[in-house]
């Protein structure tokens, strides 16, 4: 199992996507999920771009299966301040169901959402919280 | 059929394919001038009918694709267009024969056929031919388009024969089964009387029906005639062919949507748009209808049935696609399908769904493909996703086919190639190669891809054997991606950056790539990273300083008010760039940047100076050696300004690595500056002065230790003078015209009496004008006198003797000490503690102010000050005066009690008396006989009564003078033998 999240800079304030944080295990080879996840942006785009013009506000923040490659599943979630989340998981790996992903995805946002709060935090900056780490370290340990 | 055309798009279906070929020796580039006026006739409207007849031209088919052409007609090479070239006419038979044996290659599928022959002088025997064309050269081939056009007609003649033929033809029995070529085993000994079997051959016909009417320009009939086939065909189960019918319909409906066509890119279809024909179609789509019967509402109500809605379009695109999913021998088939799909969904801006129908196609097996056919596809597929929108995943396989370019099963890598691809992937990973981009904000796009990205265009540029092309974007590299890379990682992008810089310094000129790319240079601004600037002023001795009117002059020219907050406003604009101090034309000038290395190794900056514009600058490069991780560290950058005129610091230069790069200080907003701008000033002497006397760590208390060039001490018993020689020395290279010499006694709560400083600058000034290298001498006199008469507590108690010097006020300590005790309390508690260190202190400065040469002119000059420290010893006390009558009335005896304070022995002498010797610390009597005079007999010597403005003043000046006349009278001199001094007493003055 391979949990790979990434966070994104929200979109509003910071037109260039790069990413915040970025966690994988095992940690070989990990360029290529560097690349999974980089072109997954596009499909977080579309999405969010063609939600966006129906329902502005009332949006579904959990943007569900991204696309799945031969190997991987990758799954996508986008804030209200398009702050972007995604995570890839190992396709064989068949415990993992929408709704844990949801799950996950809600406690990442939780999370993120404190490390926002920290005053010495400068949004924008790659996230090195300790707490944030625990959190994701957590969930890659529990779905593994 | 192995070969996919890429391009393909769905409008191609009503298309007839052209063949134009080259027969015997035509030249490359005068076939593709006439291959292009042909193409240019693309689409051709039928006389008597209001049809269009859309023709696509090939340079090069092959025939196995030909051979699906009954499968979809459009596939079907139609018409062929031979051009050759034949010089005589007895050459004309071997290029007739070369021309049928082409005509052979499509034999089964042609309907007409076209020879252009250029270059024939003469006459041809043979009679006139339809299908032959003679011209005298390439040039003169004004008829190529009509001929063509002519030629299009007759293939229109015979597709509409067929398609007429065909669609009559269901009345017959028997109807030929058409197949596609792997099919063609299938079917041996198949049970052809079968209702089945029946089926499955009128389902195709219809089928192949559909596509006449489609390339004939017969819309309606086209979708109705693919209708009828899929009816038939999915009772059979005919996949293949239900998936080419389906894919038929979609076709025709696209056609009818989107008139403009949906390959976007295609130039030749892009005129059509335009044309009144295309027009006519989209707002009265009856006006085509078949056989050009005029269109009445019944055809079109039947067309919006039978035509598919756009979200049906893809419904049917995806179950054609499945079909031909099932079979493995039409993957090409498959694959143009899923392209035409994407194509038609860029369209409909469905961006999501066209992303699956690719990521399907990159699953399609089409066997073994070459290396050159995947980079196509990679290529293909790149630019289908930079169709829908999906920049990064375009990019994605622009990368994958830059890394088949080099794969290592090619025995001749591509690195040309490969690096072009490379480059186009760049916008897609948010990155430029201009470092400004970067310069500001925060981090654009992904690090970690855009490293690895770098990492393969140096690498594909060291192999293309461009290393000049690996410094820069190794230096890209290492400027914008330092904050992301590992230690490890900097070290070794150093190294391999040194390796290459070693054949090929790094420069600041923009490269241009031979496809007029142009990169731009990459200053290593974080390498060492600079903090600020800060321009210096030159040290105090030799900064110029205006001459005071022209300075009061430019202030009341600024303005005539004190304050103005209109010129506040405008001075702090100005503030940021101007500094209020001026640098000299030929002295050397420092700028100080605070720099640190952020490298986790020693950074060894080369040949680092500033770079300015204004003046002519002659800047003298430094080198530094910075360690690892270094916190902030000043650097001082040197240079010497050539001429006058205003200087602007612009940035530094420096050379890392072998890179030399140019940092301008406008780019680095994170670089604090105080300004940039500074006056050079005309180049002024320089004075450098050394004295016989020691110098001294001394300062004189208001004057900064910068202020004062240097300074002297000595120590000097009270009233004794001594000799300071000064020598001057012009070290500079203008000559000095003048010289003024001040000086200004600082600290002093004592009175001193008499000159402290005394100098003759006649002698000096004879010199003048002081050559360079020339020196000049000057003497000062430095005298000591100083009352120390407060100091009574060190003296044993006096008894006043009650005689006196009667009613006469003597300018000495004697006097004060006659005075009542209460007096003198208030003076000795205001002298404080100099009282109990029995050493007073005499502090002076003395200033040269000197100027020449062209800084004179402009009305500046230097100065240079040099601080005298005397530190002042008693030498001996009048404790008591008394007088007695001598023999004479007009004399009289003065007694003088005189203690010597010193740890010497001492002598004193007097006018009309012997030495007296006094041991240290020893009080003795000295007897002088002297003549009697009356104070108010003095003449009134050197009193300018208007000089003085208070009455104390006068009568300090009086007492003065009076001073000096006892003093000349009594002339008292004490010598202090063991330090061979010998100086008159000045304590009675």
């Given at each position: 199992m391979l949990p790979f999240t990434v966070y994104f800079s929200p979109d509003v304030f910071f037109p260039q996507n790069y990413p915040l944080y970025i966690r994988s295990v095992p940690s070989q080879n990990e360029l290529k999920f560097h690349y999974t996840v980089h072109t997954s942006l596009d499909v977080v785009e579309e999405k969010v771009s063609a939600v966006g013009k129906s329902l502005a506000d009332q949006r579904e923040l959990y943007l569900g299966l991204l696309y799945p490659t031969e190997d991987y599943k990758v799954y996508g979630y986008v804030t209200n301040s398009k702050v972007k989340f995604v995570i890839v998981v190992d396709s064989s790996n068949t415990s993992l169901r929408d709704n844990e992903i949801r799950s996950m995805f809600r406690k990442l946002h939780n999370s993120f959402t404190d490390v926002m709060c920290n005053p010495f935090y400068n949004p924008g900056d790659p996230i090195l919280s300790k707490a944030f780490n625990g959190i994701v370290s957590g969930m890659m340990v529990q779905t593994s | 059929m192995s070969v996919p055309d890429y391009m393909q798009c769905a409008e191609d279906h009503q298309t007839v394919l052209v063949v134009v070929q080259p027969v015997g020796i035509v030249p490359e580039d005068q076939f593709f001038k006439i291959y292009k006026r042909i193409a240019s006739v693309s689409q051709v409207s039928i006389r008597d009918s209001q049809r269009l007849l859309y023709i696509r031209y090939r340079h090069h088919y092959l025939p196995e694709n030909n051979e699906w052409g009954d499968f979809q007609t459009h596939r079907k090479v139609v018409g062929l267009v031979c051009i050759t070239t034949c010089g005589a006419a007895k050459d004309w038979p071997q290029t007739a024969e070369r021309f049928h044996g082409q005509k052979e290659v499509y034999s089964s599928t042609l309907y007409d056929s076209r020879l252009l022959v250029f270059g024939l002088q003469g006459e041809i025997a043979e009679q006139q031919r339809t299908d032959v064309a003679f011209y005298p050269s390439f040039e003169e081939c004004a008829d190529v388009e009509r001929r063509v056009e002519d030629f299009v007609e007759s293939i229109f003649i015979v597709l509409e024969s067929k398609r007429l033929d065909r669609a009559t033809d269901k009345s017959g029995d028997k109807i030929q089964l058409l197949c596609v070529p792997f099919e063609k085993k299938d079917f041996v000994g198949l049970d052809t009387d079968s209702r089945h079997y029946k089926k499955r051959c009128q389902g195709r016909m219809r089928k192949h029906v559909g596509d006449l009417c489609l390339q004939a320009g017969m819309l309606q009939d086209a979708l109705v005639h693919y209708h009828m086939a899929v009816e038939l065909l999915r009772a059979v189960n005919d996949f293949l062919w239900l998936g080419a019918a389906l894919e038929g319909l979609c076709s025709a409906s696209v056609i009818f949507h989107y008139p403009g066509g949906?390959?976007?890119?295609?130039?030749?279809?892009?005129?059509?748009?335009?044309?009144?024909?295309?027009?006519?179609?989209?707002?009265?789509?009856?006006?085509?209808?078949?056989?050009?019967?005029?269109?009445?509402?019944?055809?079109?109500?039947?067309?919006?049935?039978?035509?598919?809605?756009?979200?049906?379009?893809?419904?049917?695109?995806?179950e054609a696609i499945s079909y031909y999913g099932k079979y493995k021998n039409a993957g090409v088939i498959e694959l143009e399908a899923c392209v035409k799909a994407v194509r038609v969904l860029a369209i409909q801006k469905r961006a999501?769904?066209?992303?699956?129908?690719?990521?399907?196609?990159?699953?399609?097996?089409?066997?073994?493909?070459?290396e050159e056919e995947k980079i196509q596809r990679y290529s293909i597929l790149s630019e289908l996703y930079e169709l829908i929108g999906f920049h990064r995943k375009s990019a994605f396989f622009k990368r994958v086919a830059a890394m088949q370019c080099v794969a290592p099963t090619i025995p001749e890598p591509g690195w040309r190639a490969c690096y072009k691809l490379l480059l186009e992937t760049l916008p897609g990973y948010s990155l430029s190669l201009d470092p400004k981009d970067f310069s500001k904000g925060s981090h654009r796009g992904w690090a970690a891809v855009q490293m690895r990205l770098l990492h393969e265009l140096v690498y594909a540029s060291r192999?293309?054997?461009?290393?000049?092309?690996?410094?820069?974007?190794?230096?890209?590299?290492?400027?914008?991606?330092?904050?992301?890379?590992s230690d490890q990682e900097k070290k070794e992008v150093t190294q391999s950056?040194?390796?290459?810089?070693?054949?090929?310094?790094?420069?600041?000129?923009?490269?241009?790539?031979?496809?007029?790319?142009?990169?731009?240079?990459?200053?290593?601004?974080?390498?060492?990273?600079v903090r600020s600037v800060k321009l210096l002023n030159l040290p105090a001795s030799l900064r110029p300083h205006k001459v005071k009117c022209l300075l009061e002059q430019n202030v009341s020219t600024a303005s005539p008010f004190i304050y103005s907050p209109i010129i506040m406003h405008n001075r702090g604009e100005e503030r940021c760039k101007k500094i209020d101090f001026?640098?000299?034309?030929?002295?050397?000038?420092?700028?100080?940047?605070?720099?640190?290395?952020?490298?986790?190794?020693?950074l060894r900056v080369e040949n680092m100076?500033?770079?300015?514009?204004?003046?002519?600058?002659?800047?003298?490069?430094?080198?530094?050696?910075?360690?690892?991780?270094?916190?902030?560290?000043?650097?001082?950058?040197?240079?010497?300004?050539?001429?006058?005129?205003?200087?602007?610091?612009?940035?530094?230069h420096t050379s890392v690595f072998g890179v030399s790069s140019d940092c301008l200080l406008e780019g680095l907003p994170s670089v604090k500056t105080s300004g940039c701008l500074v006056e050079v000033i005309p180049s002024l002497p320089r004075l450098q002065l050394s004295t016989?006397?020691?110098?001294?760590?001394?300062?004189?208390?208001?004057?900064s230790k910068e202020q004062l060039s240097s300074s002297v001490s000595v120590q000097l018993f009270n009233g004794e003078e001594q000799q300071l020689t000064i020598t001057l020395e012009n070290i500079g290279s203008e000559d000095i015209e003048s010289l003024e010499l001040t000086s200004k006694t600082v600290n002093t709560k004592d009175k001193v009496f008499g000159r402290f400083l005394s100098w003759d600058l006649e002698e000096a000034l004879r010199h003048l004008p002081l050559k360079p290298g020339q020196t000049v001498t000057l003497s000062i006199s430095i005298k000591v006198k100083l009352d120390f008469?407060?100091?009574?507590?060190?003296?044993?108690?006096?008894?006043?003797?009650?005689?006196?010097?009667?009613?006469?006020?003597?300018?000495?300590?004697?006097?004060?000490?006659?005075?009542?005790?209460?007096e003198n309390k208030a003076v000795s508690s205001e002298s404080g503690k100099a009282e109990y260190s029995h050493i007073k202190t005499l502090e002076a400065v003395l200033n040269f102010k000197y100027t020449g040469g062209a800084g004179k002119v402009e009305g500046y000059y230097r100065e240079l000050s040099l601080g005298v420290h005397v530190d002042v010893e008693p030498s001996v006390f009048f404790t008591r005066v008394s007088t007695l009558p001598a023999t004479s009335t007009r004399q009289c005896h003065l007694l003088l009690d005189i203690f010597n304070p010193t740890e010497h022995e001492l002598t004193v002498s007097a006018k009309n008396s012997k030495d007296l010797v006094l041991h240290p610390s020893e009080c003795q009597r000295l007897a002088i006989q002297v003549d009697k005079f009356d104070f108010e007999s003095l003449p009134q010597l050197y009193q300018e009564p208007a000089s003085f403005s208070s009455p104390k003043q006068l009568e300090e000046e009086r007492q003065h003078a009076q001073g000096c006349q006892i003093n000349s009278k009594l002339d008292i001199c004490w010598s202090i033998i063991s330090l061979q001094s010998d100086y008159r007493d000045c304590m009675v003055a």
């Open positions: - | 949906t390959a976007g890119k295609t130039a030749a279809r892009k005129p059509s748009i335009s044309q009144p024909a295309d027009a006519s179609k989209r707002h009265r789509p009856g006006a085509l209808t078949a056989n050009g019967i005029s269109a009445d509402t019944s055809t079109e109500i039947g067309r919006a049935k039978n035509c598919l809605s756009p979200e049906d379009i893809i419904d049917k695109y995806k999501r769904e066209a992303s699956e129908f690719l990521q399907n196609a990159v699953y399609i097996n089409l066997g073994q493909l070459s192999r293309m054997g461009n290393p000049g092309l690996s410094v820069r974007h190794l230096s890209f590299l290492l400027q914008t991606m330092l904050d992301f890379l950056l040194e390796n290459y810089t070693s054949k090929c310094p790094g420069g600041m000129e923009v490269i241009t790539l031979s496809d007029g790319l142009k990169l731009p240079p990459v200053p290593f601004t974080k390498l060492p990273i001026q640098w000299v034309q030929g002295d050397v000038c420092e700028v100080q940047l605070m720099v640190y290395n952020p490298m986790p190794y020693e100076g500033l770079l300015t514009s204004g003046v002519e600058f002659e800047s003298l490069p430094a080198a530094l050696s910075l360690p690892a991780e270094s916190g902030l560290y000043p650097v001082t950058l040197v240079g010497v300004p050539r001429t006058a005129g205003n200087i602007t610091v612009n940035g530094y016989s006397l020691p110098r001294s760590a001394h300062t004189p208390q208001p004057m008469s407060g100091q009574e507590n060190l003296l044993p108690d006096l008894n006043d003797d009650g005689i006196s010097v009667t009613g006469l006020p003597i300018s000495s300590p004697l006097r004060q000490l006659l005075k009542p005790r209460a």
